[in-house]
């Protein structure tokens, strides 16, 4: 009996032994599986905030419009447009969507619920096996985070083939473009080479006309001169005729002082003595040339009445007397002022004024001009 009860002894410390090494063992695994579960739940709670949980709004759409007439040699006000981005998906463009928030206590709590429990806090059973699909386990926040993130690769595969739709149009666009430079080039060479054209154009234009405005301007003037030059060729000929008949005048004026200057000479000793001759006349203005023959030095001077009554009586019938008389020139400016020469009186003319006087060249400072003042000093 005793053999027995040792035998039982020493199996029960084997097992008692065996059982320490196991719960050992299963201490370690336990820590393994929980730090394992800890890191596991922290990557899921990274990985849920890049997995977008909005769908994009599918309504959003772009327009681009494109001018898809053809280019010909006339101007088009309202050409034929085209959407190139009218099957372009727009909701792809669509940034800053709601991700997954798990980092808070309830999610995380989730995420180590495994099975479904009830509200005692115990397994739902389905059958033998405890039930892990249903609301507030593990699954159902996996589920929904794999639905996202497959919903975001089907968008992720739908921009690639929106960029590889978009490349083969702008590959087309390019191409497109491409051989219309050439061609815009030429046109753009050409204009500007029918702009040099038409600069040197208007360039000589601009020449021709300011030699035709120059030519305008000349023709204007030679017909102002040739205006002007008849005005004085008819101003010339009245002139002329006019100064005929002045020369004519002054030849018979001269003829006539010539006359009385003889007559005078040969009358000068047989003068009868009605009363005595003055011999000098108050200072002053007494008269003015009327007419001058620098040549035959005498002059025609048209005395005052005041001067002939101090010449000859207030009844003028006293013989002219023999006395000479300064000439002066207003405004004139020689050695002597205005003094310009002297003059002798020698005849009268019946009825008038008028004395011829002779000139005496040792006074002369300038020849005599009609109008020049006769004074007595």
């Known amino acids: 009996m005793n053999k027995v009860l040792h035998v039982l002894v020493y199996v029960f410390l084997a097992l008692a032994g065996a059982a320490l090494f196991f719960e050992i063992d299963l201490n370690g695994k336990r820590t393994e599986?929980?730090?394992?579960?800890?890191?596991?739940?922290?990557?899921?709670?990274?990985?849920?905030?890049?997995?977008?949980?909005?769908?994009?709004d599918k309504s959003a759409a772009f327009e681009v419009k494109k001018d898809v007439s053809p280019v010909e040699a006339r101007l088009v006000d309202s050409p034929d447009m085209e959407n190139v981005l009218d099957e372009y998906p727009a909701k792809l463009e669509q940034t800053n969507l709601e991700t997954y928030n798990w980092d808070n206590p309830g999610t995380r709590q989730q995420m180590r619920t495994v099975y479904v429990l009830d509200a005692e806090g115990k397994p739902v059973m389905d059958g033998?096996?405890?039930?892990?699909?249903?609301?507030?386990?593990?699954?159902?926040?996996?589920?929904?985070?794999?639905?996202?993130?497959?919903?975001?690769?089907a968008n992720l595969n739908s921009t690639r083939a929106a960029l590889t739709d978009m490349r083969g149009r702008l590959e087309s666009a390019i191409s497109e473009l491409n051989k219309l430079k050439p061609v815009a080039r030429q046109d753009?060479?050409?204009?500007?080479?029918?702009?040099?054209?038409?600069?040197?154009?208007?360039?000589?234009?601009?020449?021709?006309?300011?030699?035709?405005?120059?030519?305008?301007?000349?023709?204007?003037?030679?017909?102002?001169?040739?205006?002007?030059?008849?005005?004085?060729?008819?101003?010339?000929?009245?002139?002329?005729?006019?100064a005929k008949e002045e020369i004519a005048k002054d030849k018979k004026l001269?003829?006539?002082?010539?006359?009385?200057?003889?007559?005078?000479?040969?009358?000068?000793?047989?003068?009868?003595?009605?009363?005595?001759?003055?011999?000098?006349?108050?200072?002053?203005?007494?008269?003015?040339?009327?007419?001058?023959?620098?040549?035959?030095?005498?002059?025609?001077?048209?005395?005052?009445?005041?001067?002939?009554?101090?010449?000859?009586?207030?009844?003028?019938?006293?013989?002219?007397?023999?006395?000479?008389?300064?000439?002066?020139?207003?405004?004139?400016?020689?050695?002597?002022?205005?003094?310009?020469g002297r003059v002798r009186l020698r005849?009268?003319?019946?009825?008038?004024?008028?004395?011829i006087c002779d000139i005496l060249g040792a006074w002369e400072q300038d020849k005599l001009q009609p109008g020049d003042i006769i004074f007595a000093d």
């Open 254 to 340: 001269i003829n006539d002082l010539k006359q009385l200057l003889k007559e005078s000479i040969q009358t000068q000793g047989n003068r009868s003595a009605t009363g005595a001759a003055v011999t000098s006349l108050p200072a002053g203005d007494k008269g003015k040339i009327a007419t001058v023959d620098n040549e035959d030095m005498f002059a025609v001077v048209q005395f005052t009445d005041e001067a002939m009554k101090e010449l000859k009586g207030e009844d003028l019938s006293r013989p002219l007397p023999s006395l000479d008389f300064g000439v002066r020139r207003v405004g004139f400016n020689g050695e002597a002022g205005e003094f310009v």
């Open 347 to 355: 005849q009268e003319i019946k009825g008038k004024n008028y004395i």
């Open 128 to 153: 033998n096996v405890p039930l892990q699909n249903g609301p507030g386990t593990e699954q159902e926040l996996l589920e929904r985070l794999f639905t996202s993130a497959k919903s975001q690769q």
């Open 33 to 56: 599986l929980r730090d394992r579960n800890r890191l596991q739940e922290d990557y899921l709670v990274r990985i849920a905030k890049v997995i977008e949980k909005a769908e994009p």
């Open 188 to 242: 753009k060479v050409t204009i500007e080479e029918q702009k040099e054209k038409i600069a040197k154009v208007e360039g000589e234009k601009t020449e021709l006309e300011g030699q035709i405005t120059k030519l305008k301007s000349s023709v204007e003037e030679l017909n102002s001169e040739i205006t002007s030059l008849k005005d004085e060729v008819t101003t010339a000929k009245d002139e002329t005729e006019a």
